[in-house]
């Protein structure tokens, strides 16, 4: 069974600062998908960026970048320019590539806080 | 173009109740999946559907909980007799295919008294 850790319950961050949020998954797929979710106060889950475990480029979006570390199984969030809108909980998601099934596995989530 | 919708946004349940959580995937999208997020938890898979087929209920308890997307409507999560354990937020996500990127919907807070 895939399972997604996310070890620090809370992060912060000073405005305009650059933060990194960490992941790690176990699997014994070689073909999935790993994302980032944001939730914010109003519970609405938002995809951040999504990476596909056969490309070897890190994913980009604007300020969200991702370091992808498959033999190590680490996907870290890196948020650069942070904002207070950044503000929320971000969950860490695996998702196999093969077979009809696109369910996903949460981690636990990490609360980030940003400071004016 | 609607994303997938879901009600009731919040419900209030007293224990031995039942509950219904309707949620309506956009348009086009025939799968449907439901997740479970308890207070200060990751969300957990329960169910993905199809219409009128249930592929994977591996994330399902085994009793009192039900689920069905048929023909023509939205996908219905069902509890019976509800306990305060159930109190959580419910959210559905609908993709076009089972390959395809899930879309969430707002989720629907339920509270067991």
């Known amino acids: 069974a895939q399972t997604v850790t996310q070890s620090q319950p809370e992060m912060s961050v000073q405005e305009a600062e650059t933060v990194t949020l960490s992941c790690t998954y176990d699997?014994?797929?070689?073909?999935?998908?790993l994302f980032w979710y944001k939730q914010p106060p109003s519970r609405q889950m938002i995809l951040v960026i999504r990476q596909e475990a056969y490309k070897q480029q890190n994913a980009t979006e604007n300020r969200f970048s991702v370091n992808f570390q498959k033999a190590a199984k680490s996907f870290s969030l890196k948020i650069s320019d942070s904002q207070l809108g950044d503000a929320a909980m971000y969950f860490c998601a695996y998702r196999r590539g093969t077979g009809a099934n696109s369910k996903l596995t949460f981690g636990k989530g990490i609360t980030l806080s940003v400071r004016p | 173009n609607a994303g997938v919708m879901q009600n009731p946004r919040h419900l209030v349940r007293r224990r031995g109740q039942e509950a219904r959580l309707r949620c309506s995937p956009m348009?086009?999208?025939?799968?449907v999946y439901w997740y479970r997020q308890l207070p200060e938890e990751g969300l957990k898979f329960m169910v993905y559907l199809q219409k009128e087929n249930i592929i994977d209920e591996s994330g399902m308890p085994k009793e009192r909980f039900s689920a069905e997307f048929p023909k023509e409507g939205p996908s219905i999560l069902r509890i019976q007799q509800v306990v305060r354990g159930d109190s959580a937020a419910y959210f559905c996500?609908?993709?076009?295919?089972?390959?395809?990127?899930?879309?969430f919907g707002p989720g629907t807070r339920l509270l067991v008294l």
């Open positions: 699997t014994s797929e070689s073909d999935y998908y």
């Open positions: 348009k086009g999208h025939s799968h």
């Open positions: 996500a609908s993709s076009p295919d089972g390959l395809g990127q899930s879309e």
